[in-house]
């Protein structure tokens, strides 16, 4: 991804990144990492995550990663001082929380870069404007800002793009999900994913559009996967009952979940983290947006489609829609997802038969 340019300052033995809380975010980060994986291929590179991410991210080459646990209690100077005793040179704060500033501010490095925010930018002395303008409207895409940062250590960088594979040795995965998997792979193609998790109500969609989608699609000749997050089975049973076609691994931990995206041909999603984890796979999506900003949240790029209704009060960044019938999630119908869905196929087949 590095295209020109060299970092400004003296080239940095250890590198720590953080990158803590929601799996999407972490992921949209990525190509940042392997960017600056690239430029300092001689550094050691350290990344913190989410103990529950850890795993995942563990199965890139070229970065450490550091579990952060909220649990753990053996308290904030013991975490700070781990750090300290790693003697970074370079730190970057990809999320620049009142937290993750003092961890900056209290690491030893010389170099500390971060969001210019109220009451975080003291702990930084290479600043960088947000990815957020006045109103709630986010000024480009997310995995780009997050490239900002390494552009302000002098880099010079090509545009976000996916770079996140995933690949897994099959003893790295579990039994249950293989047996599956092997049934999954005798399945027509082209097959679809889809994901109805929404960690905000207000970003949910009704069972009975998700249902009228997927008989539209199966009918098509297209084979449905639903991909329920943990403890969802329930929940979505009602829709397997009334489109038995569809069909629903066993329950998957992440890696499980990152090498089943990766053999889907689209997946139709939520907002969520399992869209995120397919853009930075370079698996097409269709995104189902409300309440959030596709200007902030969705590649710009034919193969990740937003759908959204348009409505006045979309997007408004509300866990909890205020109106009663909660229209920018209600009235996306299954046929404005299905054409989508038909569109993005169609540019699939158009790149392989360029690329044959």
């Given amino acids: 991804m590095r295209e020109a340019g060299s970092l400004s300052?003296?080239?940095p033995r250890r590198v720590l990144?953080?990158?803590?809380?929601?799996?999407?975010?972490?992921?949209?980060?990525?190509?940042?990492?392997?960017?600056?994986?690239e430029a300092l291929p001689d550094a050691e590179l350290d990344l913190v995550v989410d103990r529950s991410l850890a795993k995942l991210f563990g199965s890139r080459a070229g970065v450490n990663v550091l579990a952060w646990d909220?649990?753990?209690?053996?308290?904030?100077?013991?975490?700070?001082?781990?750090?300290?005793?790693?003697?970074?040179?370079?730190?970057?704060?990809?999320?620049?929380?009142p937290q993750t500033a003092l961890w900056?501010?209290?690491?030893?490095?010389?170099?500390?870069?971060?969001?210019?925010?109220?009451?975080?930018?003291?702990?930084?002395?290479?600043?960088?404007?947000?990815?957020?303008?006045?109103?709630l409207s986010l000024r480009q895409f997310a995995g780009e800002s997050f490239l900002d940062p390494l552009r302000a250590l002098g880099l010079s960088l090509l545009p976000w793009l996916p770079r996140g594979r995933f690949d897994f040795a099959d003893s790295q995965l579990g039994g249950p999900y293989l047996r599956w998997r092997a049934r999954l792979e005798a399945r027509a193609r082209p097959r679809l994913g889809l994901v109805l998790s929404a960690t905000w109500p207000a970003k949910s969609w009704p069972l009975a559009a998700a249902a009228r989608l997927a008989r539209i699609?199966?009918?098509?000749?297209?084979?449905?996967?639903?991909?329920?997050?943990?403890?969802?089975?329930?929940?979505?049973a009602p829709l397997l009952a009334e489109v038995p076609e569809i069909i629903c691994p066993p329950p998957t931990d992440l890696c499980e979940l990152a090498d089943l995206v990766g053999r889907l041909d689209v997946l139709v999603a939520t907002d969520s983290g399992p869209r995120h984890l397919a853009a930075v796979m370079g698996v097409p999506t269709v995104t189902l947006f409300g309440p959030t900003d596709p200007g902030g949240w969705n590649p710009e790029h034919p193969l990740h489609v937003a759908v959204r209704t348009?409505?006045?009060c979309s997007p408004c960044d509300l866990p909890l829609c205020p109106l009663p019938d909660h229209p920018c999630m209600t009235r996306l119908s299954a046929e404005m997802v299905a054409e989508a869905v038909r569109q993005v196929l169609s540019g699939v087949r158009t790149v392989d038969a360029a690329d044959s």
């Avoid at 753990?72 to 970074?88: C, F, S, T």
């Avoid at 870069?113 to 990815?131: F, T």
Wanted: hydrophobic fraction near 45%; glycine fraction near 8%; aromatic fraction near 8%.
């Fill in 310 to 312: 348009g409505e006045d």
């Fill in 104 to 135: 900056t501010a209290l690491s030893g490095a010389r170099w500390r870069v971060g969001y210019d925010l109220r009451w975080r930018s003291w702990a930084y002395n290479v600043r960088v404007p947000r990815n957020r303008s006045r109103d």
């Fill in 17 to 37: 990144m953080i990158r803590r809380r929601a799996l999407g975010d972490a992921l949209v980060t990525l190509p940042a990492v392997l960017s600056l994986h």
């Fill in 70 to 97: 909220e649990r753990d209690r053996l308290g904030a100077l013991a975490w700070i001082g781990m750090l300290r005793r790693r003697h970074y040179d370079l730190v970057i704060d990809f999320l620049s929380t």
């Fill in 9 to 11: 300052i003296a080239a």
């Fill in 217 to 236: 699609i199966l009918r098509e000749g297209t084979t449905v996967v639903l991909l329920p997050g943990p403890g969802e089975e329930s929940v979505l």
